[in-house]
């Protein structure tokens, strides 16, 4: 009888949710948010917004935020399309999450696209931001009236807090009936952008405060589930994305973090820190596990990393802040990653590197991936002070409308997931080049234009023009051209300069060397892939490493697409930094300068650049790409398989086992898998013979030299 009665309450439950959803729609969050149905039918549900020194909105705060998992109040904005266009619901529902400092969507902008579509759309201002206890007008006023704002402080996107509280309050609207629990998409910029990618590599699953993962339920048991993922410039590793060491690679597998704590990004982080509102230590004590303020005076301070901070933070953002850490046991909701090719934050090898792993352990999974001209500085700015050329970010709207209506409304055939970029074009006035697809990055470059020098040659402490460093810093748009300077100290490599037809790198240049330093998780190698035109010189990718103490070793340059016309000529320089020297100088460097930066000796070096054209193009100038240099203990990636891999040290090898006919002992040796045939010792070991054996050596083959006996 039990049983029975308890299907009879279930039965009824189960007729209230379907009759609210069938109502008029005037609350939301358990009666906490109003809501007006507009003259265009749609309905709109509203927090209190606005500007937090207003008093008439602060005092709308305390009424209309809504108290997420753990008390913390949210400004939050949800929309419901036109019932009599799409019916009474319940819906499939669009998260939209905003940048670093930004807020919550506003009706009329990204959450109309998916209203006027049949969705419902969701948005809110993240914990230590405006509404979200965030503006001190803000929190006095919550707290007053009993809201607790204790853990209402920048978290910096932590997978346990601000990807929780998204998770949750898509819970509260799935049990009141409003929204389809596992017909969920999400989409964001920058910061918003990585809280898609960790919602897409959650996907039916969430993060306990204690890192633990359990089942994505709502708070009455429903089964909740990501459908589709949509990030835009977004971060995949922070620590790499805010601090890079120059380890990732974009044919490996894997490209985990290391041991090095790498070179901060000084001016992008210093400009994004002055838009945070409520760091943990503002209103109340210090919470060590998110000690934004002291990891960025850390960070500001310079080597030696070795502090327990510094750990720390590592720790901490690779565990709780990164999608490309979170268990990928299973695999990712479907996704489309786009990234910008002049970001200087958030470069393409953020996307690439989830893309590996995530093909690589799900080869079944949809990952697409989108670059163009797009993003944070060196992006250009656009309208309404966004960052990128408009029509580049019109098609990824485009394109995220695409796979939206069909994971979420099923419509339409499958979108293709490959890659899809726009080149970037100098001036800004001109559009970007293509759109190119390719079924993968590595397809998108058949080609290979490199060059090679085995000399030895030093990058000094003390090179570089810092006035170069200053104009190229990360401010300025990507486009930005400077006269050529021949800066003293450095190390640079000329390639030929380009014949008619032209070319289009597509990828990241790769640098192979020989490299010592006295201390390398001290010292850095910062490099810059230049076009040199006319007299006049502009970067086209840059990056930096932080280099082992020696042996031969292999980094990258941040992808980029660009063309380079006839008559221009591709530079590629090694520097001992990438900004200023004084106080001024390093705050707004690209990458701040190593307190003790030594020598850096480099030799033996290859620069391979991932060319559109196929080999033989150019008269020959095209060739086809050598062997990734895979250092130890990594995996090439599948789509680089028909390049192939070979181990970074570049030594010859046997090609076959020695023979003996009569006194001659012969041994094939072999360099054919790597640029540059590096010096060797050849043992002979396991003569009977007595006394000393007499040897005569003859090398024969381009680029091998073997020493007499």
């Not at 998108?444 to 023009?465: F, N, Q, T, Y």
Request: charged share 20%; hydrophobic share 35%.
């Amino acid at each position: 009888m039990r049983k029975i009665v308890g299907v009879f309450i279930a039965l009824i439950a189960s007729l209230a949710i379907v009759q609210s959803a069938n109502a008029e729609i005037t609350s939301v969050f358990n009666g906490k948010l109003p809501c007006t149905t507009q003259p265009s039918g749609v309905r709109t549900c509203s927090g209190p917004g606005g500007n937090p020194s207003d008093a008439v909105a602060v005092n709308k705060a305390v009424e209309n935020t809504v108290e997420s998992w753990d008390g913390t109040p949210i400004d939050i904005n949800v929309a419901f399309p036109d019932a009599t266009e799409f019916g009474p619901g319940p819906y499939p529902m669009a998260m939209y999450f905003h940048g670093f400092g930004g807020g919550k969507e506003g009706f009329n902008g990204d959450l109309k696209r998916f209203t006027d579509k049949g969705m419902a759309a969701f948005s809110m201002t993240e914990r230590g931001f405006k509404f979200s206890c965030g503006r001190k007008e803000a929190i006095d006023t919550l707290e007053a009236a009993d809201k607790n704002c204790e853990d209402g402080f920048i978290h910096l996107m932590d997978t346990r807090y601000e990807v929780r509280d998204a998770q949750y309050f898509a819970g509260i609207l799935a049990d009141e009936g409003l929204i389809q629990p596992k017909k969920i998409g999400t989409v964001g910029a920058s910061y918003g952008g990585g809280k898609s990618m960790a919602l897409g590599a959650l996907r039916n699953r969430m993060m306990m405060p204690n890192g633990d993962l359990a089942p994505w339920k709502s708070p009455a048991g429903k089964d909740m589930e990501i459908a589709v993922a949509a990030p835009i410039v977004p971060w995949t590793d922070f620590a790499y994305a805010l601090v890079p060491n120059g380890t990732t690679l974009d044919y490996t597998t894997a490209s985990p973090y290391g041991k090095k704590f790498g070179v901060m990004k000084a001016a992008i982080i210093n400009m994004l820190f002055g838009a945070g509102d409520n760091f943990s230590g503002d209103n109340g004590a210090v919470k060590p596990t998110w000690d934004i303020v002291g990891w960025r005076d850390m960070m500001s301070a310079g080597e030696s990393y070795e502090s327990p901070t510094a750990h720390l933070m590592l720790d901490e953002m690779t565990k709780h802040h990164s999608s490309y850490y979170i268990d990928n046991s299973i695999a990712p909701a479907p996704m489309i990653i786009a990234e910008g090719f002049t970001d200087d934050l958030f470069p393409v090898d953020e996307a690439v590197r989830f893309y590996n792993t995530a093909k690589t352990d799900h080869p079944d999974s949809t990952v697409g991936l989108l670059f163009a001209d797009i993003g944070h500085p060196r992006a250009p700015i656009a309208g309404d002070n966004a960052q990128g050329r408009p029509a580049d970010q019109e098609m990824g709207f485009e394109i995220v409308d695409e796979w939206f209506s069909h994971y979420l409304l099923g419509l339409g055939t499958k979108p293709v997931e490959g890659i899809k970029i726009k080149t970037q074009v100098c001036p800004y006035t001109e559009p970007s080049g293509g759109p190119y697809d390719a079924t993968s990055w590595a397809a998108l470059a058949p080609g290979e234009i490199r060059l090679s020098d085995p000399k030895s040659r030093v990058i000094e402490a003390s090179g570089g023009d810092q006035g170069v460093a200053s104009k190229f810093t990360t401010i300025f748009d990507g486009c930005t051209q400077i006269p050529e300077v021949r800066e003293k100290g450095i190390v640079e490599y000329d390639f030929p300069t380009t014949p008619a037809g032209g070319y289009t790198l597509a990828g990241s240049p790769t640098v192979i060397a020989d490299i010592a330093v006295e201390n390398g998780a001290e010292s850095q190698v910062a490099a810059r892939l230049l076009e040199i035109n006319e007299g006049q010189e502009r970067i086209v990718a840059r990056g930096v490493y932080r280099p082992d103490k020696s042996g031969r070793q292999v980094f990258q340059l941040h992808g980029n697409g660009y063309r380079f016309e006839p008559g221009t000529k591709a530079r590629i320089q090694l520097l001992p930094r990438d900004g200023g020297l004084s106080e001024s100088g390093m705050a707004m460097s690209y990458v701040r300068p190593s307190n003790d930066q030594k020598d850096v000796t480099i030799g033996n070096v290859e620069v391979r650049l991932p060319v559109m054209e196929s080999p033989g193009k150019l008269n020959g100038l095209v060739k086809a790409p050598l062997k990734k240099a895979l250092p130890k203990g990594s995996k090439l990636m599948k789509d680089f398989a028909s390049i192939g891999g070979v181990a970074l040290d570049g030594a010859p090898r046997a090609a076959a086992k020695a023979t003996v006919k009569g006194k001659k002992l012969k041994v094939k040796l072999s360099c054919k898998t790597v640029n540059l045939c590096r010096s060797a010792k050849l043992s002979i070991k396991g003569a009977k013979k007595k006394g000393p054996i007499k040897t005569a050596v003859v090398a024969k083959g381009s680029g091998i030299k073997v020493p007499s006996a």
